[in-house]
């Protein structure tokens, strides 16, 4: 069975940075490509970031862009996010996510989801 398993969310100031991880299991985590994903207060579900399996590749949503960095230690079967410069519309509850298919970029609704960590911004 796949787990997925986020932490590291909390309450920051404008500016401040938090440190997101994802423990997994049930799965050959070092084959799939990992995303985040984030869900604001009344809105969609919406792509942050992914990785490629090897770690090497990643790509962001433009709104974090030189902000946040996605990465994964395979020996551990962790994904790791790093926010920095937080701003009040990074406000969301943040989750990671498996593609279905190995060695494979997923379009990011396709993707497994875990049970997700708040992330607050605000002075």
């Known amino acids: 069975e796949v787990q997925l398993e986020e932490s590291g969310g909390g309450s920051v100031q404008p500016g401040g940075s938090l440190r997101l991880s994802c423990v997994t299991s049930?799965?050959?985590?070092?084959?799939?490509?990992m995303n985040w994903v984030r869900q604001a207060p009344g809105k969609g579900l919406e792509w942050v970031s992914d990785i490629g399996a090897s770690g090497i590749n990643s790509y962001y949503a433009a709104s974090v862009k030189g902000r946040f960095t996605i990465s994964r230690d395979n020996a551990k079967k962790m994904l790791y996010l790093q926010m920095n410069n937080l701003k009040t519309e990074d406000t969301a509850i943040y989750y990671c996510a498996k593609c279905p298919a190995s060695l494979s970029r997923c379009p990011f609704l396709t993707a497994s989801r875990g049970q997700g960590t708040q992330v607050t911004v605000s002075s």
């Open positions: 049930g799965f050959a985590f070092d084959n799939y490509v």
